[in-house]
């Protein structure tokens, strides 16, 4: 018998909240697992937190986190999976799109062997301007970061408590756990889950997300293959620019040589091409120093933490 812990972040969802209780304990308690509910209060502005501290005062297994005021879902996740308990943790929205009945063949998915499972809304009630984009952005997703999932951005996810013990979420890297995953060493799969229409309220994503999330994308790809080797990024970048810049002057030195010894060549001061040459010798220089400074940062403030294999 394992302990589950479920971790929900909402925001300004209180119409739901009874209802999601009543729903997850349909699942769990007729099953061999003990669970635990932590809510994590992101700020809201309606009857939310009254209601899960009201729920949590007549069921211990219920858990609150607040926050004074709207962190975002990865701040929120964050304090959820440091407070969790469970040798299981399953992470699903607030809003009841997410249905608890998946919990359980989640968790035997975990139990086949994998470190991660993601939920994948192969069949998604939601507007078409919502779900093309989407479409878009987890194939790129899936093509760059070389994990074969559908959807990164469904809410419904289950690990193993190694997995979340082991990853820090900041600003809006909750989209991208499966890639923080991965970087760590661990495994994912995906399982197809039922998807609801929302039953309340309104979606607390906007279409800016579509852009905002490319940007996170090349922020997580980047820190994970160079956070640790800052030099072989900008290193090659500065030595690239400055076999550009030094070939071009060693070329054009030639020339002037040429005129000025004997009246063969050109002369360079007034050719755009010099300037170039200049440039991008210079450009190198900073590229190199930058990647020293990243290397000096890097050497001195992180020690990274290496994963323990539990069967070691």
């Known amino acids: 018998m394992s302990l589950i812990s479920l971790v929900i972040p909402l925001l300004n969802e209180d119409e739901s909240l009874v209802e999601l209780l009543s729903q997850i304990k349909q699942a769990l308690e007729p099953s061999k697992h003990q669970f635990e509910i932590i809510f994590i209060d992101d700020g809201s502005t309606d009857r939310s937190l009254e209601l ?14 607040s926050f004074q005021r709207n962190y975002g879902k990865a701040a929120a996740l964050n304090a959820g999976f440091k407070a969790a308990e469970g040798h299981y943790v ?15 063949p989640l968790i035997g998915v975990l139990e086949e062997g994998w470190d991660m499972v993601s939920g994948w809304k192969q069949v998604r009630h939601d507007p078409i301007s ?9 194939f790129t997703v899936s093509k760059l970061s070389g994990i074969p999932i559908h959807d990164f951005n469904c809410g419904l996810k289950a690990y193993t408590r190694k997995v979340i013990k082991n990853i820090e979420l900041y600003g809006e890297m909750h989209r991208y756990i499966p890639v923080l995953a991965k970087q760590k060493g661990f495994n994912c799969t995906e399982k197809v889950v039922q998807h609801h229409a ?76 010099f300037y170039l040459g200049i440039l991008l010798s210079i450009m190198g220089g900073q590229f190199v120093s930058m990647g020293l400074l990243g290397e000096l940062i890097t050497s001195s403030l992180h020690k990274e933490k290496p994963v323990i294999r539990e069967d070691d």
Not at 53 to 60: C, F, G, L
């Open 90 to 104: 399953i992470t699903m929205d607030a809003d009841l799109q997410d249905d608890p009945q998946e919990i359980l």
């Open 130 to 138: 919502k779900r093309l984009p989407s479409k878009l952005y987890n």
């Open 198 to 273: 929302r039953k309340y309220g309104e979606s607390k994503y906007g279409f800016k997300r579509l852009f905002t999330g490319y940007l996170d994308l090349f922020t997580v790809l980047f820190l994970g293959k160079y956070m640790r080797k800052p030099m072989h990024f900008f290193g090659l970048a500065g030595m690239f620019l400055l076999l550009i810049g030094f070939g071009i002057l060693g070329f054009l030195s030639f020339q002037w040589l040429l005129q000025y010894f004997f009246e063969a060549g050109k002369w360079i001061g007034n050719r755009p091409i």
């Open 52 to 65: 899960i501290r009201e729920i949590a005062t007549s069921d211990k297994r219920v858990k609150v986190i």
